[in-house]
């Protein structure tokens, strides 16, 4: 078992540490109600569905602009919510107060437009996911010792074959698939494991491949970049968040305690190395330019409570919370200077290319008059950490190379100043 049991006080300061300034790329956005939001799912950009507190699904059909609500019911708790595409989708629900108690699952054929109601046969079970590969063949896994398959689109449901470790029947909180026979469920129990399982068979069988020899807090969500390349994360609220990666399929993991107070439910990669991490009650996002090598603290706009998210492609974006909050990803715009014809009044300063880089990286400007021009680079912390330009300059187009070779990796800002303007850009080092 690694040592990690690390004292409350070590986290709030190692947070307080990394915390840096707000940034731009989220923005809150309408939302048409101030109910719990509780999973996210979008098929492409613009179609997307939310599950929410009192049975409530609301719908998308144009990135978040407007929402529509397609189904509502008092008596239950909206868990989890899948499509398939635009027109097959399920969603796990939960009653809590009224029999029976135990969970509801809901399947809609034409977009959300109509839900049909069944409830799962076991009492008193929790449904924590629900995922279908194609429309006959899905799973759902939960607690306690739910881990189902059906084969024929919902109609029955099956208990799925785990190996003989004592592990492989502890609750499970999120299921993944890189194909239709290779994939994976984490879940575990906090203080005692966090686990995952993986399949070559497309469910039929699990085996345990993550037990409490590596971790033993639980692992609430998984992420493949690819086959071999695979990270899940968690964690509990005294110890904060922890992850393993594999690199090699499975075959062996590699954990992490990220020394970051509380922990995630849900894990977004924008692409392959940048990705986005909500931390719910902490209203901060954990962020990662190195595909989770490495990890920043950054503030959630207007001090969110999110909890989940989701990426449909490498420009959008989409997270939600408690009191209906929505969140949608804006990604900066890179202008290629040699494309615009300026005129005598134009200031510019353009977005660094490469970037990220490692380590030179150049910047280009423009200023329209002579003057004095500063051109620096800050840490997150607002700290000067290298002056590139600081003297008087003719009006004209420049071109600068910045080496940040004595630098460590992370996310600066350089800022040009003028008499007449500024302006700052994001660039990200990796090393």
Not at 250 to 266: C, M, Q, R, T, V
Not at 304 to 319: E, Q, W
Request: hydrophobic fraction near 35%; charge should be negative; charged fraction near 15%.
């Amino acid at each position: 078992m690694l040592m990690k049991k690390i004292k409350l006080s070590i986290y709030v300061i190692v947070l307080l540490n990394f915390t840096i300034l707000p940034q731009n790329f989220w923005e809150k956005i309408n939302s048409p109600t101030s109910k719990a939001l509780n999973s996210i799912h979008f098929t492409d950009s613009i179609n997307g569905w939310i599950a929410a507190d009192s049975g409530l699904i609301i719908h998308t059909s144009n990135g978040g602009e407007n929402w529509e609500t397609q189904y509502e019911n008092d008596s239950l708790k909206a868990v989890d919510i899948f499509f398939l595409n635009d027109q097959l989708g399920w969603c796990s629900a939960i009653s809590n107060f009224y029999e029976p108690l135990g969970t509801y699952i809901l399947k809609t054929t034409n977009g959300g437009n109509n839900w049909s109601s069944e409830y799962f046969r076991n009492p008193n079970s929790f449904i924590n996911s629900i995922y279908f590969l194609d429309s006959l063949t899905g799973f759902i896994v939960g607690s306690p010792q739910v881990f189902h398959r059906t084969t024929d689109g919902g109609i029955n449901w099956s208990k799925v074959n785990l190996d003989s470790s004592i592990w492989s029947g502890y609750p499970i909180k999120g299921i993944k698939f890189y194909s239709s026979n290779y994939g994976y469920v984490c879940g575990g129990r906090q203080d005692i494991v966090g686990i995952v399982l993986r399949t070559t068979d497309g469910g039929a069988n699990w085996n345990v491949v993550v037990d409490n020899l590596i971790t033993s807090e639980p692992l609430y969500d998984i992420h493949f970049f690819d086959s071999l390349h695979v990270i899940a994360m968690g964690g509990d609220p005294e110890y904060g968040t922890s992850q393993v990666i594999t690199t090699d399929g499975g075959d062996s993991w590699e954990y992490k305690a990220l020394n970051i107070f509380y922990f995630p439910f849900s894990i977004g990669f924008r692409t392959d190395s940048e990705g986005w991490v909500p931390m719910g009650e902490q209203k901060k996002f954990l962020f990662t330019f190195d595909s989770g090598e490495n990890w920043t603290v950054v503030n959630m706009p207007d001090s969110l409570n999110i909890a989940h998210i989701c990426f449909p492609d490498s420009l959008h974006g989409y997270g939600i919370g408690t009191n209906g909050s929505i969140i949608k990803y804006f990604p900066e715009q890179t202008v290629n200077l040699a494309n615009i014809e300026y005129s005598n009044s134009d200031f510019y300063l353009e977005q660094n290319y490469p970037n990220p880089f490692n380590p030179n990286t150049t910047i280009k400007y423009s200023i329209p008059e002579d003057g004095f021009v500063k051109l620096a680079v800050y840490n997150m912390l607002g700290e000067e950490v290298s002056m590139i330009v600081n003297r008087i300059q003719k009006a004209g187009r420049y071109e600068v190379n910045f080496n940040a070779s004595q630098l460590s990796s992370g996310v600066y800002i350089y800022r040009i100043e003028t008499t007449n303007f500024t302006s700052s850009k994001k660039l990200m080092l990796m090393k």
